[in-house]
């Protein structure tokens, strides 16, 4: 893709990974936060140009992501709104229970499809990321990333996006497909703390 700007809501470990390899990529990072402090802290580590931007404006980015913890996601989505109008969202959260019990989306949803629900309908909703732990997405290397969306297009500026970063966008259907994206996010937690005692680890798949 040709390089653009892409926001990140979230100044957490996963956002400041995701934010570390897309300036890497040579991109421009806006990095918005509700605590300013933060979003110029993590701005000031990024490569050249990293910019910040105002809590619930328009983000500069077309493509905006979504990085903080479940908890946290419908009061971005509330306090953006219609901000978001016309942009490419990308949700990443992991809606896990504390005790790994399960996940704590509503039946039959998933985190990107209850974003989807609470934003203007311009607005087209990714699940990605969610995958891959952030330390290891921060290492480099090329990495399988597993993408759900409705929209074609978005799907399309995303995957090229993902391409753009080093990794291997691979296509698992429409957003209903958030809830296996997001129940494997669970998977792996359980894998890390189980049968693989390590979180140095990524899921990948032997094509062919």
């Given at each position: ?6 926001s ?39 490569a ?35 901000a ?66 409705d ?58």
């Amino acid at each position: 893709m040709h390089m653009s700007t892409i926001s990140i809501i979230g100044t957490g470990a996963m956002a400041a990974a995701i934010a570390g390899r897309t300036a890497k990529a040579g991109h421009t990072v806006e990095v918005v936060s509700r605590d300013p402090a933060k979003a110029r802290a993590l701005a000031d580590k990024l490569a050249a140009g990293a910019t910040t931007g105002a809590y619930g404006s328009a983000p500069a980015g077309e493509i905006v992501i979504i990085a903080v913890p479940y908890a946290g996601v419908a009061a971005v989505v509330a306090a953006f709104g219609e901000a978001l109008d016309g942009k490419v969202v990308i949700d990443i959260a992991n809606p896990v229970a504390p005790d790994l019990s399960g996940l704590v989306t509503p039946h039959g949803s998933s985190s990107a499809q209850e974003t989807a629900k609470a934003l203007p309908p311009g607005a087209h909703v990714v699940k990605a990321f969610n995958t891959l732990f952030g330390h290891v997405l921060a290492k480099g290397g090329r990495l399988d990333a597993f993408i759900a969306a409705d929209d074609t297009a978005a799907k399309a500026r995303v995957s090229a996006f993902l391409e753009s970063l080093g990794l291997r966008p691979l296509d698992v259907g429409g957003l209903h497909m958030a809830q296996s994206l997001e129940a494997l996010g669970l998977m792996m937690i359980g894998l890390a703390k189980n049968g693989a005692g390590t979180w140095d680890f990524a899921m990948n798949v032997d094509i062919g």
